[in-house]
T-cell receptor, first 118, second 112 residues
Framework: DAGVTQSPTHLIKTRGQQVTLRCSPISGHKSVSWYQQVLGQGPQFIFQYYEKEERGRGNFPDRFSARQFPNYSSELNVNALLLGDSALYLC?????????????????FGNGTRLTVT | AQSVTQLDSHVSVSEGTPVLLRCNYSSSYSPSLFWYVQHPNKGLQLLLKYTSAATLVKGINGFEAEFKKSETSFHLTKPSAHMSDAAEYFCVVSDQGSTLTFGKGTMLLVSP
């Protein structure tokens, strides 16, 4: 079975531009989460979507938005890019989402999209 | 609020010697705890998770971790390191919600 797939794998953007990252979950998984991993740090939670509804949001500015489609794939959008947005963006899928799901439904991560903002 | 502290940013061992990666956590609730591994240019792979059924948790590739509530620790161990174990390891806590809080990571270096 295919794992979590993310596209593109690498991306270079200029400050002020907008970017869209895409994620396809493991077949049968209905929840998708997004994490940002800055070089030298652990991943930080951005969003979780479950059954096409936002179930959690981390401490990120409104420039960050996401959505989940009927086939459970997801997009992460970042507007007005800053140099500090340069990071590895990780998508993770799980069978379920919402409160308590981290215990019963572990996350499966994709290989990430490496975003460089110049 | 939940947080994780990984006590070592780098750990170096020789192949065949034991591995110890240290983690302390803070949580307002009875936490779920995990260890993930990240190989270069790869995503994160779940090594093991604490289920509250047993304090000693066995994971993949010979790793195990012991939950010690009195010490708020969840250290990761392996009896004998392999070259393929060289990677970055993350201790992770979840306060029964749906989101994970990661530590800053420990880079494990394995020399021949």
């Amino acid at each position: 079975d295919a794992g979590v797939t993310q596209s593109p794998t690498h991306l270079i953007k200029t400050r002020g531009q907008q970017v869209t990252l895409r994620c396809s979950p493991i077949s049968g998984h209905k929840s998708v989460s997004w994490y940002q991993q800055v070089l030298g740090q652990g991943p930080q939670f951005i969003f979780q979507y479950y059954e096409k509804e936002e179930r959690g949001r981390g401490n990120f500015p409104d420039r960050f938005s996401a959505r989940q489609f009927p086939n459970y794939s997801s997009e992460l959008n970042v507007n007005a890019l800053l140099l500090g947005d340069s990071a590895l963006y990780l998508c993770a899928s799980s069978l379920i989402g919402g409160r308590g799901s981290s215990y019963n439904s572990p996350l499966h991560f994709g290989n990430g999209t490496r975003l460089t903002v110049t | 609020a939940q947080s994780v502290t990984q006590l070592d940013s780098h750990v170096s061992v020789s192949e065949g010697t034991p591995v110890l990666l240290r983690c302390n956590y803070s949580s307002s609730y009875s936490p779920s705890l995990f260890w993930y591994v990240q190989h270069p240019n790869k995503g994160l792979q779940l090594l093991l998770k604490y289920t509250s059924a047993a304090t000693l948790v066995k994971g993949i590739n010979g790793f195990e971790a012991e939950f010690k509530k009195s010490e708020t620790s969840f250290h990761l161990t392996k009896p004998s390191a392999h070259m393929s174990d060289a990677a970055e390891y993350f201790c992770v806590v979840s306060d029964q919600g749906s989101t994970l809080t990661f530590g800053k990571g420990t880079m494990l270096l394995v020399s021949p």
